[in-house]
């Protein structure tokens, strides 16, 4: 890679939002270093807009996490982000949001550099979202895809509004995750457009087609896609590998480096653009998994102990439990407790939930519990790619990623216990590094083509 090629990395995750600036570095044994990087807690969960989602509905307020994507901009050096000549976004997959074409945000003077916040837009329904039940998903067609659909998939997110609450969806005319709607607003697009790994991830994508299933002959559709339903769907990028070009980067990069004042995004994408390209990135499976699984267990017991003590009357900030119930669980070096964190279900098993066996009266302590837990996560991931597999596959080493291994140490013994390889962990911004790193080797590979 060229020395002194600058690519930012945004990642919009499920719990936080990161970004870094990665820097090529060709006498560096890894060929890149991280100039600099910033995270910020979205805290974004909200109530759903429609009652029918009941306890099972799991939204985020949109403002709440591009205030905290702001914020992270904010903190990086101009001086280096004026270098930047490449942008990768990831985020969390499946969701879906709603906003209104041309409506979708309002650029403002934020300081340093411009900003946009959004408008006209709807909540964003996560991944975690369980209001599809099992009857309604019974009831919707066989999608003609490798995936079977989910609840938390966008689609079938799509149908249960469409049937219980079409109200909702009247004000908006196009949909797309948070991170291409994140891409929409920079880059000034009419149009949302999607990698056909998010596509996929929404259910009702042919992969080989690379389209979408708009008319599905195999069984008869209930609620079926109209033209204003396909109309809101993103167009989609037909690509071999993440990080397809969106638009040249020369005007949208001004965002981050803080140019002159009445700055407005390009309108037009400009797909002939040599080098400077707005790309964007996705998420694999396994790093949200590793990343933000594991963390959101571990979040939400916190949240619930600390839910108990107000109850009582005590206040105590829940970094603090946190922090208490890791030094906990490492002393308590083992325990027959046994806890099955699957508190929202499996995709393939919605309906097994999360449950708690082995229990004594010796093993209810603090350190016995947290343990069991951690234990639980990662056995969990060992279900899916157990140890012995890995080692008939040849794999020799593993890599933990995100902020969930990075900052718990017991996850960490239970990671080594579960998979006896050698073990080397990330840090908190793997993912926005991972995004600039594809942007850098893009780069390069165009400059040496």
């Not at 938390?152 to 291409?180: Q, R």
């Not at 970094?319 to 906990?328: G, H, K």
């Not at 919605?350 to 603090?366: K, W, Y």
């Amino acid at each position: 890679m060229a020395a002194g090629s600058v690519t930012l990395g945004i990642d919009l995750g499920t719990t936080s939002v990161k970004v870094a600036l990665v820097e090529a570095a060709p006498g560096d044994p890894s060929g890149f270093v991280v100039l600099a990087s910033c995270a910020r807690a979205a805290r974004a969960e909200v109530a759903a807009q429609s009652a029918a989602a009941g306890p099972q509905g799991q939204e985020q307020d949109v403002r709440r996490i591009i205030q905290a994507l702001n914020e992270c901009l904010a903190a990086l050096p101009r001086q280096q982000l004026r270098k930047v000549c490449g942008i990768g976004v990831s985020g969390q997959m499946h969701g879906v949001m709603f906003w209104k074409t041309g409506q979708g945000c309002e650029w403002t003077e934020g300081g340093a550099a411009p900003v946009f916040e959004p408008r006209a837009v709807s909540q964003l329904v996560t991944w975690q979202d369980g209001r599809c039940s099992s009857k309604f998903l019974a009831s919707l067609p066989q999608p003609e895809s490798h995936l079977s659909v989910a609840t938390g998939f966008g689609c079938a997110t799509i149908f249960w509004l469409l049937k219980n609450s079409p109200e909702s969806l009247k004000s908006y005319d196009v949909a797309g995750t948070i991170h291409d709607y994140v891409v929409a607003m920079l880059c000034g697009l009419t149009r949302p457009l999607m990698s056909d790994q998010n596509a996929a991830s929404w259910g009702y994508f042919n992969t080989r087609s690379q389209s979408w299933n708009l008319e599905m002959s195999r069984n008869p559709v209930p609620y079926k896609f109209t033209s204003f339903r396909a109309q809101i769907l993103s167009s989609v990028i037909k690509q071999k590998a993440p990080g397809s070009s969106v638009l040249n980067i020369s005007t949208s990069v001004q965002l981050v480096a803080s140019m002159p004042s009445g700055f407005q995004p390009a309108q037009t994408p400009d797909p002939t653009a040599p080098v400077a390209y707005f790309p964007y990135f996705h998420r694999t499976y396994l790093a949200v998994a590793a990343s933000l699984n594991g963390g959101n267990v571990l979040a939400t017991f916190v949240h619930m102990l600390v839910q108990w003590m107000a109850d009582l009357g005590l206040e105590v900030e829940e970094s603090t439990v946190y922090s208490r119930m890791i030094q906990a669980a490492a002393q308590q070096r083992d325990t027959c407790l046994t806890i099955t964190p699957t508190v929202l279900g499996e995709r393939h098993l919605p309906d097994q939930l999360a449950s708690v066996t082995r229990i004594s009266s010796s093993d209810l302590s603090l350190g016995h519990v947290t343990r069991a837990l951690c234990r639980g996560i990662i056995q969990n991931l060992h279900s899916m790619l157990p140890f012995q597999q890995l080692r008939e596959w040849g794999v020799e080493r593993v890599i933990g990623s995100g902020s969930a291994l990075s900052r718990n140490e017991v996850l960490k013994q239970e990671v080594q216990r579960a998979f006896p390889f050698p073990v080397s962990y990330g840090q908190d911004v793997d993912a926005a590094v991972g995004a600039a790193l594809v942007m850098l080797q893009r780069n390069f590979n165009q400059q040496e083509s």
